[in-house]
């Protein structure tokens, strides 16, 4: 396939009911959708990163320039046969990997339709259905929390994420256990600690979570390995986890028992695949993380949950969790059991909804 043009757009989408992490709160996500045109094929991609810099280094003002500047012109007029060619051409560009990922993944999204092939088989994948958990963010009072992890569970999602930070853990953990002492829990810090809080952690023991997810700097395996050998909970890295070159000395420290993988955060789906392969080769289960995607980003985590040591609930749920409408057609389904099932279809095997996607456009830009 011949990329002939590149349209990026951003949506602003308010969220159903906002969000908030030890980093802060989000009421309104600014989407960067990236459209490949090429030979008549449209391939659709996700630039997963946020409204401002505190997840990770980027944010989406940062990805829509140096998508402009540096990586778009890379690939309009080159001939493509593979997503997997992308990563080596972008590679001159260091870091910034969510701004890649939307170009990898775009060309993905049109390789499997023009193998008519469903994505989640061009990747590898082997499950028919996946199996979702939800990431519930810090709330206003402990009682909105409960109320929230009622609803989640009636809906018959499979595991419960909180959100922590130092205020907001053991008390909201105690109370959650109290209501329900079997229930598959996680908690995640989002970097909110340091190993001053050591003890702390180690209190979390009790509340036999399936994991700590990030509880120490976004940037760390060394002191992670330190307090994986303290506490008995599984600790599992998300923003530490950039590379599989990461995941290999992740894993070899002992700095994790789980690795997380957002595609967005590692540059797109061949790095995921990557970092996939290293974890199985260590035994070590896998999950698919979230950034509120939109649809696009979404059905993208679909497909990549169906790869085999995808073994625990991952943070990828219904779109109407998030938003009002999704753009894409069908919306993404959970069923009453917390599962996802994946379609035949070549392709995402989701349309788009053009006319919303137009309405939510805040700004666009075509390269040729
Ligand atoms: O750390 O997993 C995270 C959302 C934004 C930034 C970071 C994270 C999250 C989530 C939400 O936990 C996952 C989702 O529901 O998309
Ligand atoms: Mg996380």
């Given amino acids: 396939m011949k990329i002939e043009a590149i349209t990026l757009r951003e949506l602003q989408m308010p969220l159903v009911h906002f969000f908030e992490t030890s980093f802060g709160r989000t009421y309104t996500r600014r989407v960067l959708l990236l459209t490949l045109h090429c030979d008549g094929l449209e391939g659709w991609g996700e630039c997963v990163a946020g409204e401002g810099p505190f ?21 309009i007029g080159k001939t493509l046969h593979a997503g997997r060619e992308v990563p080596a051409l972008l590679s001159r560009v260091r870091g910034n990997p969510m701004a890649k990922a939307a170009l990898e993944n775009a060309v993905w999204d049109a390789e499997a339709q023009e193998k008519q092939l469903p994505l989640w088989k061009l990747l590898g994948g082997s499950r028919r259905e996946i199996t979702c958990g939800v990431s519930i963010g810090i709330q206003d009072s402990h ?22 930070k130092p205020g907001w853990d053991v008390e909201v953990l105690e109370k959650i256990r109290a209501h329900w002492p079997e229930i598959l829990l996680s908690c995640d810090a989002n970097s909110a600690y340091t190993l001053a809080d050591e003890q702390h952690l180690k209190s ?65 789906f061949s790095e995921a695949l990557a970092i996939h392969n290293v974890a199985e080769r260590f035994d070590i289960p896998v999950w698919c993380g979230g950034m509120l995607e939109s649809g696009v980003g979404r059905v993208h985590n679909v497909a990549l949950s169906t790869l085999p040591n995808f073994k625990l609930p991952g943070d990828v749920s219904a779109s109407k969790r998030y938003w009002k409408e999704d753009i894409i057609e ?39």
């Fill in 55 to 75: 997840y990770s280094e980027e944010y989406i003002e940062g990805a829509w320039d140096v998508i402009t500047r540096y990586l778009a012109n890379v690939l």
């Fill in 330 to 368: 069908p919306e993404v389904e959970v069923s009453p059991k917390g599962a996802i099932s994946v379609s035949d279809k070549a392709g995402r095997g989701y349309d788009l909804r053009p006319h919303l996607i137009e309405k939510l456009t805040v700004r666009q830009q075509t390269l040729k």
């Fill in 204 to 268: 979390f023991d009790r509340f036999k979570l399936l994991m700590i997810e990030q509880p120490l700097w976004s940037d760390d395996f060394y002191f992670h390995a330190r307090l994986q050998k303290h506490v008995e909970t599984a600790l599992c890295l998300d923003e530490a986890i950039r590379t599989a070159r990461d995941a290999e000395a992740a894993l070899e420290l002992g700095a994790c028992r789980i690795i997380n993988i957002k595609v967005g955060r590692v540059g797109g």
């Fill in 143 to 164: 009682e909105q929390l409960l109320q929230k992890i009622e609803t989640e569970r009636a809906a018959g999602y499979q595991r419960i994420k909180v959100k922590v």
